[in-house]
């Protein structure tokens, strides 16, 4: 129920978000979108820290006052677009190739993603290292991601560059967490791979809401949303696989994989911008 309930939040708000500011400043707007993620993230890793001492069931209660909180402050705050929402003629998004191409680059990017979630505090119990340790890389990489926005900026004119800039600063963080077994060089490998992380919310949210029109646009961005449901199955259970083989060979995985993605990224572009110019003429 709590996983269906995001899955329901998470479109509308990103529709919403793609709907209140012009299209070249999407980017940006998805990008701040992931920061606020980033710092709500290692916020609640604090509180957590904190509560989960005293009662596992206060946590939960928290986290419960939190969204009461913050759907009063939707309903007071938080208003529909008066826009005109026209439907789309052809119907299913699942019809649209140029979405089926943005949802295999998706995959990659989310499955990329996940891996490190996933593996980070694994790497770090690895290295002979305590959770708290673990708390101090997300905040580092929390911090990277905020201070990281401005360079989404211009970035509507150029989202596949970004992307596949992006994967390979992120293949470049996972080389060096692979061999990495100090706290400065996790942090190094940590804000490396946020940084990259950077580049790879923002664009492809922008891209998918540009496929689509104000009547649509929820459906497009539930569509591939499934990319992240799909990494998120996977991807867990790859970095364990690979994590047991040794801690080296599971980081350098991914990091070939984040290469083979960058070099592919420029081809799904050409083929989501001709796909839109011919669906144009």
Do not use: K
């Not at 529709?15 to 710092?39: D, H, N, S, T």
């Not at 943005?102 to 990329?112: D, P, Q, S, Y």
């Not at 989404?152 to 992307?163: E, V």
């Not at 994967?167 to 470049?172: C, D, K, Q, R, Y």
Request: proline share 6%; aromatic share 8%; charged share 10%.
């Amino acid at each position: 129920l709590l996983g269906l309930a995001f899955e329901i939040y998470e479109p509308s708000s990103q529709a919403l978000l793609a709907e209140m500011v012009a299209p070249e400043r999407r980017p940006q707007a998805f990008g701040f979108l992931g920061a606020a993620l980033a710092a709500a993230g290692a916020g609640a890793g604090i509180i957590a820290a904190l509560l989960g001492r005293l009662s596992l069931r206060l946590l939960f209660v928290a986290d419960s006052v939190t969204c009461m909180a913050a759907a009063a402050l939707i309903l007071m705050w938080v208003h529909e677009p008066a826009t005109a929402r026209p439907a789309r003629p052809d119907g299913s998004p699942w019809r649209d190739g140029r979405l089926l191409v943005m949802l295999g680059v998706g995959t990659g990017v989310a499955f990329a993603w996940n891996f490190s979630v996933t593996a980070l505090p694994l790497t770090v119990a690895a290295r002979g290292l305590g959770p708290a340790e673990t708390g101090w890389l997300l905040a580092v990489a929390a911090a990277v991601t905020i201070v990281g926005q401005r360079f989404l900026r211009g970035a509507a004119a150029r989202p596949f560059l970004l992307m596949a800039a992006g994967l390979a600063v992120v293949a470049a963080g996972f080389a060096v967490v692979a061999f990495a077994d100090v706290i400065p060089l996790l942090c190094l490998g940590a804000a490396t791979v946020a940084l990259g992380q950077v580049l790879l919310l923002g664009p492809p949210y922008a891209v998918v809401a540009g496929l689509a029109d104000d009547g649509s646009r929820a459906g497009y961005l539930a569509a591939y949303g499934t990319s992240w449901g799909i990494a998120q199955t996977l991807g867990p259970l790859a970095s364990t696989r690979l994590l047991s083989i040794g801690v080296p060979a599971a980081w350098l995985t991914g990091a070939a994989l984040c290469v083979l993605l960058a070099a592919l990224v420029p081809f799904a572009g050409r083929a989501v911008t001709v796909a839109r110019e011919t669906a144009t003429a």
